[in-house]
């Protein structure tokens, strides 16, 4: 309730707090670390990466050391260098050319709600758990197919979507971290985006046929990754009440594990930034690799009962 109490209390971006930290007792041997972090200052990708180094030093301290362990960040202002340096570059310039090619016809938005609204700061949540059965076939078909988890995804989301709104051009959100290697990767701040891919769920190109199709336009999409969503609805003169990319879909699988010393800890994502309409995710544990597929909803639009429906049924599309 604390937490719940806290997350719906918007922080001023002026005046803060941006950052709350609290650490709650449940037992001698069992405690909740909550992390409530403004968007503007950081992405999931840097709420892992603060963990992992709080876990550095916890291990520090208790192997009697000074808790002293080398710096990892990226200072910010290389991140800042390096995103002035890619906006005055000529692949800038080439990320606008394909995403205005990709989306100047694009088609009306739909989603499974029929109708949108303001995207909302709270959210509804269901986790279906995969039977291991299921989880060794899904990463069989990925391994089969040579095929990332978020393009198979979007393709079992444009899929079930298509369906039920008799839609065959479809827009959805993939939502990156953004780091493709050097300083980025050890970089606390907020690089994460959305890129908008285009999928044409055919009732006569088969299920196979449609994930090749997701594989590929991810492939191509992640090439302009960098370019982000504000800039492509400026571009395309998108109105902010316009849905570009609502629904979403995408795959978290096999985060490294967090441990404190000899102490492991699971890591649990309470809010990501606001829920424009739904959110599939198929995600998986390091530690014991149970796999779940999770649907998030907009409570503007969504009742729970039809959240945990639709999680159902994405899991039957995905398996079978």
């Given at each position: 309730?604390?937490?719940?109490?806290d997350?719906?209390?918007p922080?001023?971006?002026?005046?803060?707090?941006h950052?709350?930290q609290?650490?709650?007792?449940?037992?001698?041997?069992?405690?909740?670390?909550?992390?409530?972090?403004h968007?503007?200052?950081?992405?999931?990708?840097?709420?892992?990466?603060?963990a992992?180094?709080?876990?550095?030093v916890?291990?520090?301290?208790?192997d009697?050391?000074?808790?002293?362990?080398?710096?990892?960040f990226?200072?910010?202002?290389?991140?800042?260098?390096?995103?002035?340096?890619?906006?005055?570059?000529?692949?800038?310039?080439?990320d606008r050319?394909?995403?205005i090619?990709q989306?100047?016809?694009?088609?009306?938005?739909?989603n499974?709600?029929?109708r949108?609204?303001?995207a909302?700061?709270?959210?509804?949540?269901?986790?279906v758990e995969?039977?291991?059965r299921?989880g060794?076939?899904?990463r069989?078909?990925?391994?089969?197919?040579?095929?990332?988890p978020s393009?198979?995804?979007?393709?079992?989301?444009?899929?079930?979507?298509?369906?039920l709104?008799?839609t065959?051009d479809?827009?959805?959100?993939?939502?990156?971290?953004?780091?493709?290697?050097g300083?980025?990767?050890?970089?606390?701040?907020?690089?994460?985006?959305?890129?908008?891919?285009?999928?044409t769920?055919?009732?006569?190109?088969?299920?196979?046929?449609?994930?090749?199709?997701?594989?590929?336009?991810?492939?191509?999409?992640?090439?302009?990754?960098?370019?982000?969503?504000?800039?492509?609805?400026?571009?395309l003169r998108?109105?902010?009440?316009?849905?570009?990319?609502?629904?979403?879909?995408?795959?978290?699988?096999?985060?490294?594990?967090l441990?404190?010393?000899p102490?492991?800890a699971t890591?649990?994502?309470?809010?990501?930034?606001?829920?424009?309409?739904?959110s599939?995710?198929?995600?998986?544990?390091?530690?014991?690799r149970?796999?779940?597929?999770?649907?998030?909803a907009?409570?503007?639009?969504?009742?729970?009962?039809?959240?945990?429906?639709?999680?159902?049924?994405?899991?039957?599309?995905?398996v079978?």
């Amino acid at each position: 309730k604390w937490m719940r109490d806290d997350m719906a209390t918007p922080p001023d971006p002026e005046r803060g707090p941006h950052i709350t930290q609290a650490l709650f007792r449940a037992a001698p041997d069992r405690y909740f670390w909550y992390q409530r972090v403004h968007r503007f200052l950081a992405d999931g990708y840097t709420c892992r990466l603060v963990a992992a180094r709080v876990g550095e030093v916890y291990k520090a301290l208790a192997d009697a050391r000074d808790g002293t362990v080398g710096d990892t960040f990226t200072p910010i202002r290389r991140l800042a260098e390096e995103e002035a340096q890619y906006r005055a570059s000529p692949s800038y310039e080439e990320d606008r050319r394909f995403w205005i090619r990709q989306l100047t016809d694009r088609p009306c938005p739909v989603n499974l709600a029929g109708r949108f609204a303001a995207a909302s700061r709270t959210r509804l949540r269901h986790a279906v758990e995969l039977t291991p059965r299921q989880g060794r076939a899904v990463r069989s078909l990925t391994d089969r197919l040579q095929m990332g988890p978020s393009a198979l995804m979007l393709a079992v989301t444009a899929l079930y979507t298509g369906r039920l709104t008799r839609t065959d051009d479809l827009v959805l959100g993939l939502p990156v971290s953004c780091r493709t290697g050097g300083t980025a990767d050890t970089a606390a701040g907020m690089l994460s985006n959305v890129l908008a891919v285009r999928l044409t769920p055919r009732p006569d190109q088969g299920v196979i046929g449609l994930i090749c199709q997701a594989s590929q336009a991810v492939e191509e999409a992640l090439l302009h990754q960098r370019y982000r969503l504000g800039d492509v609805r400026r571009d395309l003169r998108v109105h902010e009440r316009v849905p570009l990319a609502a629904t979403q879909a995408g795959a978290v699988l096999g985060d490294d594990p967090l441990r404190f010393g000899p102490y492991p800890a699971t890591m649990h994502s309470l809010c990501e930034g606001p829920v424009e309409d739904v959110s599939c995710t198929l995600r998986e544990r390091s530690a014991d690799r149970r796999m779940y597929l999770e649907v998030e909803a907009n409570p503007a639009l969504y009742e729970q009962a039809e959240v945990a429906t639709h999680a159902a049924r994405l899991v039957r599309v995905l398996v079978e």
